[in-house]
């Protein structure tokens, strides 16, 4: 599942009680992201983004992803 950097933020708010994200929730995102991805990019057999979805929705897209 990939989300964008603001989608992530909404999640998790100012990061309190997530020790990845003790550094600032946007800094750690950002660092993250920029290290994570061209991993995350080379292994996956697929990608979902989600921003704008909601759970039930991002649940449908991995049923799809999954049956073909």
Known sequence: LRATLATLLAHVGDGEGRPLLAEGAEAALTRLIEE?????????DVIIDVDGLDPNQIAVEVVKAVCE
Do not use: C, E, Q, V
């Open 36 to 44: 994570r991805t061209p991993i995350y990019d080379d292994t996956a």
